[in-house]
């Protein structure tokens, strides 16, 4: 996936939305699993779909091609709160090529995504920070939000409360919680 460029001149990080960074998060540790074990990272989208991450894999002969199986993954995917297409690649920086795993992120309905990375080398993976990279496109920038919201009005105080809307801060809960349960079933060991 080195062809794929971010453009330096248009960067300026305002901060991330937290299902996007609980994404990157999630997608980059399951790449930088696969170093660790000595695996290839074979480029791939994780779909945050309530509280399940539902990841799919895309080999492809090109990155064009790789690109393009991702995009129509995410794409088609109704009801998904996020995507992030991570993949193993490189980063031009003032000192040079470095090694890095990329997260390009999306929300749907949002009109670019972002990309996050991990850098690595000979002396390992640099997970303490992950490293904002730029922006990316969106391949949930045609989908909205496919939620209910019912709407109720008090009339003791006139007030309107609406129920069913998205909440990130919620989404972002209960994407870390089914993370940690599926790390720990991981760490459980078999019983014999």
């Not at 991450?53 to 393009?68: M, N």
């Amino acid at each position: 996936m080195a062809d794929r460029l971010v453009d330096p001149k248009n960067n300026e990080y305002t901060g991330a939305d937290p299902v996007l960074l609980a994404l990157a998060k999630a997608a980059l540790d399951e790449a930088a699993d696969k170093l660790i074990a000595g695996e290839a990272v074979v480029p791939f989208t994780a779909l945050a779909v309530k509280e399940n991450l539902f990841i799919e894999t895309h080999e492809r002969p090109s990155a064009e091609e790789t690109y393009d199986a991702a995009r129509a993954e995410v794409q088609g995917a109704r009801g998904a709160t996020g995507y992030a297409f991570c993949y193993d690649g490189e980063l031009d920086t003032n000192k040079g090529k470095v090694d890095c795993l990329l997260a390009e992120c999306g929300l749907p309905g949002e009109d670019e995504g972002i990309t996050f990375g991990y850098i690595y080398d000979d002396d390992g993976i640099y997970r303490d920070e992950i490293t904002y990279i730029g922006k990316s496109p969106n391949f949930m920038a045609r989908l909205k939000e496919e939620l209910e919201i019912e709407s109720e009005l008090d009339k003791r105080t006139g007030e309107v409360s609406t129920h069913g809307a998205f909440n990130a801060e919620q989404a972002v809960a209960r994407m870390e919680e089914a993370l940690a349960k599926a790390d720990e079933k991981e760490e459980t060991p078999a019983a014999e």
